[in-house]
Each structure stands twice: as C-alpha cells, then as structure tokens.
C-alpha cells in the first residue's frame, strides 16, 4: 500500500511514521484514518519492529487534529457509528509495541488520540497543547477520557473547558507529567530516534509484555491488575527464565534531561 498522508519506514527494528498532511497543520482526513489502520496492522504483525517513533512534517503543527474542512463519512444510523480516532489508536489496534511521539508545534484535538496512547511523548520547547471543541460548541468527550489516564483531572478539564482561550506550554505540559522531556526543536527528531533505539535493542517480547500488562491493568482495579499481572511475567518467560542472561547485560548511568 502505497502511502499518501504519511511516510513509513523500517530501519534497525524502529518503524518510524511521519505525519505528512504539513499544508493542512497534519490534520487527519478519512485517507489518513484509512492508512493508520494498514499501518497498526503492518507494525502488529511484522516482527521486524520492535518500537515506533511517530512524529510529523513541517514547521507549525504535530497535528491540529481532524480535518474539519473534508469532515468524515457517518453512517445514517446513529447506532452504527464509531468514533473515527479508533483507527488512530495504537492501544485500541492490539498495537504492545511501544510508541516514542515527538510533539512540536500545536497539538489540538484530536492529536490526542495519539499522544493519550504513545508510551514515551517528548515536546520541543515550541509545543502547545489544547483541544478547542467546547469553543465550536462541541462537547470534548473522547480526548479529555483518554487524557485522564495520563494526567490528573483538574489539568484535564483546564484543557477541555478552556477551549481555545488556552494553549498548555511544553514546560507546563512537562510538569503535570503529559511529556517526560522537553528540548529545543532542532534536537527533538534526534532524541526521539535515540529512545526508540535504546528500546528496539531490548529483547521483543519482554518490551511488548511489558507495555500490554500496563496498558491492560489500567481497566482493572489495582489488586486484579497486580493478580493478573503474574501472568503476564508467566507467558513473556514461559519456562520461568530472561532472554537474556543478566550478567551480560551492560550497566549504563542516563541523565534525564
């Protein structure tokens, strides 16, 4: 499938997708909800990947969200209608390889859909984050849910009932803990590559283990998701061992920036 919305690419384990809609801020359309799903299936099933680093093209946006201009194709029943952001939704896609998202620019909307989901987001210093639906009269429901599991609930409804009024900086975004890091925008492609890589060298099925047993536990209560976590640790080392032996596993010190 050849790709018009976006890039995709595999090198040394890491997929890296780009959003490629710059003239239209990285706003999705129905084509770009049509390939994210080819792309989830692809990165689902091709064993070569091991992480993702998704980012977007241009200068101005990570993604100003749906594009409200062409809108989407809705069902005459109201019953039979989904929420377009599914196909967006790595998590939602049975997708445990671990996301790296690299925000710069304005993060709107629906470009929550793929930060709520992302298992590392980084921001150059450039980012703003804000979800303008109640400003146009529209209730903000699926963002803001996805973006109380990342964050706390006050900063939540800040966001979504200050509409357009407010835009959340990098440092404030990595404060209330929605970014684990912030750096200047020439450095933020870099970085991004950096952490994919990091992560991509770790045994598969550990890192995805890893990533499915959290994701999962958070529709459970902590005492289920800490008993079905043993199994988890069951099925990732079915004979009750690493992959890899621990002694040979190199000891390094990072700072966090």
Same mark, same amino acid.
């Given at each position: 499938?050849?790709?018009?919305?976006?890039?995709?690419?595999?090198?040394?384990?890491?997929?890296?997708?780009?959003?490629?809609?710059?003239?239209?801020?990285?706003?999705?359309? %129905?084509?770009?909800? =049509?390939?994210? $799903?080819?792309?989830?299936? #692809? &990165?689902?099933?091709?064993?070569?990947?091991? @992480?993702?680093?998704?980012?977007?093209?241009?200068?101005?946006?990570?993604?100003?969200?749906?594009?409200?201009?062409?809108?989407?194709?809705?069902?005459?029943?109201?019953?039979?209608? %989904?929420?377009?952001? =599914?196909?967006? $939704?790595?998590?939602?896609? #049975? &997708?445990?390889?671990?996301?790296?998202?690299? @925000?710069?620019?304005?993060?709107?909307?629906?470009?929550?859909?793929?930060?709520?989901?992302?298992?590392?987001?980084?921001?150059?210093?450039?980012?703003?984050?804000?979800?303008?639906?109640?400003?146009?009269?529209?209730?903000?429901?699926?963002?803001?849910?996805?973006?109380?599991?990342?964050?706390?609930?006050?900063?939540?409804?800040?966001?979504?009932?200050?509409?357009?009024?407010?835009?959340?900086?990098?440092?404030?975004?990595?404060?209330?803990?929605?970014?684990?890091?912030?750096?200047?925008?020439?450095?933020?492609?870099?970085?991004?590559?950096?952490?994919?890589?990091?992560?991509?060298?770790?045994?598969?099925?550990?890192?995805?283990?890893?990533?499915?047993?959290?994701?999962?536990?958070?529709?459970?209560?902590?005492?289920?998701?800490?008993?079905?976590?043993?199994?988890?640790?069951?099925?990732?080392?079915?004979?009750?061992?690493?992959?890899?032996?621990?002694?040979?596993?190199?000891?390094?010190?990072?700072?966090?920036?």
């Amino acid at each position: 499938m050849a790709f018009t919305t976006v890039t995709y690419e595999v090198a040394d384990h890491v997929a890296t997708i780009t959003l490629n809609r710059p003239e239209a801020m990285n706003s999705f359309n %129905e084509a770009m909800l =049509d390939e994210f $799903s080819e792309i989830w299936a #692809r &990165v689902r099933e091709d064993d070569d990947v091991h @992480v993702v680093l998704l980012r977007a093209a241009g200068d101005r946006a990570f993604s100003s969200g749906a594009d409200v201009k062409q809108g989407f194709e809705r069902p005459d029943n109201v019953w039979s209608e %989904e929420d377009p952001g =599914d196909r967006l $939704s790595p998590k939602l896609n #049975r &997708v445990w390889k671990p996301v790296v998202c690299c @925000v710069h620019g304005i993060a709107a909307g629906g470009a929550f859909y793929w930060i709520n989901e992302s298992d590392i987001v980084i921001a150059s210093d450039d980012a703003t984050f804000f979800d303008p639906h109640v400003s146009y009269g529209l209730t903000a429901a699926l963002e803001p849910i996805g973006l109380a599991r990342r964050i706390p609930v006050g900063e939540v409804m800040r966001i979504a009932l200050l509409g357009l009024d407010e835009r959340m900086s990098a440092r404030r975004a990595h404060e209330i803990g929605l970014v684990s890091e912030v750096l200047p925008r020439e450095e933020l492609w870099a970085r991004g590559e950096e952490l994919a890589r990091i992560i991509a060298a770790k045994p598969p099925a550990a890192v995805q283990g890893t990533v499915r047993a959290v994701w999962e536990s958070l529709d459970s209560t902590r005492t289920e998701a800490l008993r079905s976590g043993m199994l988890y640790t069951h099925i990732g080392n079915p004979i009750g061992t690493a992959q890899v032996d621990r002694s040979a596993v190199p000891t390094r010190k990072w700072t966090l920036r």
